[in-house]
Each structure stands twice: as structure tokens, then as C-alpha cells.
């Protein structure tokens, strides 16, 4: 990787690490969210498992589907609007 890239992603204004993403979650999350979707996920220095366990740790006993997005694959299409 490019040393202006490292310096950028590891910054304090780069890519959100799974801890940073589950605290912003935390703060956002309220009866209205129904979904959430991970992605942009790092290919090299992340995997799907710690994602979705960053995120059970945070929606545990919530009713919200959770999603990862592969960056190959994308997601399946999912219904959104307000009821």
C-alpha cells in the first residue's frame, strides 16, 4: 500500500474500525431502524466474522436485520420505506 494511503486509513479522519462503526451504531440505533448494512469492508485487514460480531454485540435483542455487503457480491435486494 501506498504510504500516503497508510497514512490516510490509519488517520484520524480515515476508514472506521469495527469498535469506532459499533460505538456511531450505538448512537444511532432506535425503534425506527430496521436494517443495517456493513460495508466497504476491508478485504485485507477485516473479515466478515469480527463485522457481524461487532454487530451482535451492539443490536443484541433488537429486532434489526443485519446485513454485510460483499465488495465482490454486494447484498441481495431489501425492502426499505416507512410503514
Not at 18 to 42: F, M, P, W, Y
Request: glycine residues 8%.
Amino acid at each position: 500500500m501506498m504510504a500516503f494511503l497508510k497514512t490516510r486509513v490509519g488517520g484520524d479522519f480515515g476508514h472506521l474500525n469495527n469498535g469506532q462503526a459499533a460505538e456511531l451504531l450505538s448512537r444511532i440505533t432506535s425503534d425506527r431502524l430496521k436494517t443495517v448494512v456493513a460495508c466497504h469492508i476491508s478485504e485485507t485487514n477485516n473479515d466478515t466474522s469480527r463485522v457481524k460480531q461487532a454487530l451482535d454485540d451492539v443490536l443484541e435483542n433488537q429486532n434489526i436485520r443485519r446485513l454485510i455487503a460483499s465488495q465482490s457480491d454486494g447484498f441481495d435486494w431489501i425492502e426499505i420505506g416507512i410503514p
